[in-house]
């Protein structure tokens, strides 16, 4: 089937960095999601994006993220700058408007140090 | 506020054995169910949903799960589990309507011996 493709899937990165995790959705989709599953934990929301704009975030999605879809290309999520704390697996996911029938990637690793 | 627990955070079944994983919800009015398998290294996928209608859904490679509204309960069951079924289950809901975020259970890891 469709799939959700995060690049890339493993990054290192020094505390204070930025770091930009990349998303091709399903190419049809429109609603884009990013969720945060620290090692043992559940997935937790972080922001879901549609039509150019922040539709909801968490608490989690704290000032130093951002998200955007220039001109239609990868949905990503940038961390900047980064922290210790911020070391996860990010899932990003996607939906048609008006469905619930998510399709999640594989995650990226991210390790701050 | 809602909420989702999966009491079992480990449960070890044989080959060819019933499995029945338990998911609890707290949520202000009928939520939208779900149940996601996360093998290693990969995404979530998706097993089955419950939107409305008939509680037993069918999902698929032979899994089901039944909602209950008076027990604020999903859980999920198969007659006959095979090794490749070993991965983590993941419980959801979220608001019913579309597009609405995922809130997700701590998931249970799934361990099938032959």
């Known amino acids: 089937g469709p799939k959700v493709l995060q690049i890339p899937s493993h990054q290192i990165i020094d505390m204070g960095q930025m770091v930009t995790l990349n998303c091709d959705p399903v190419s049809n989709h429109l609603y884009f999601y990013w969720y945060k599953q620290i090692l043992g934990q559940q997935m937790e929301f972080l922001v879901n994006f549609y039509n150019g704009k922040v539709m909801e975030k968490s608490k989690l999605f704290k000032d130093q993220f951002s998200v955007e879809r220039p001109d239609g290309s990868y949905f990503t999520l940038k961390i900047q700058p980064t922290a210790l704390e911020d070391s996860a697996v990010y899932f990003c996911?996607?939906?048609?408007?008006?469905?619930?029938?998510?399709?999640f990637g594989s995650g990226t690793r991210l390790l701050v140090i | 506020a809602q909420s989702v627990t999966q009491p079992d955070a480990r449960v070890t079944v044989s080959e060819g054995a019933s499995l029945q994983l338990r998911c609890k919800y707290s949520?202000?009015?009928?939520?939208?169910l779900f149940w996601y398998v996360q093998y290693p290294r990969q995404g979530l996928q998706l097993l089955l949903k419950?939107?409305?209608?008939?509680?037993v859904v069918q999902g698929v490679n032979s899994f089901e799960a039944e909602f209950s509204k008076s027990n604020s309960s999903f859980h999920l069951q198969k007659a006959s589990v095979h090794w490749s079924d070993s991965a983590v289950y993941f419980c959801?809901?979220?608001?019913?309507?579309?597009?609405?975020?995922?809130?997700f259970g701590k998931g249970t890891k799934l361990s099938v011996k032959s």
């Open positions: 949520y202000s009015a009928t939520p939208y």
């Open positions: 996911a996607s939906s048609l408007p008006a469905n619930s029938d998510y399709t």
């Open positions: 419950y939107y409305s209608g008939d509680p």
């Open positions: 959801a809901l979220s608001a019913q309507g579309s597009n609405a975020k995922l809130t």
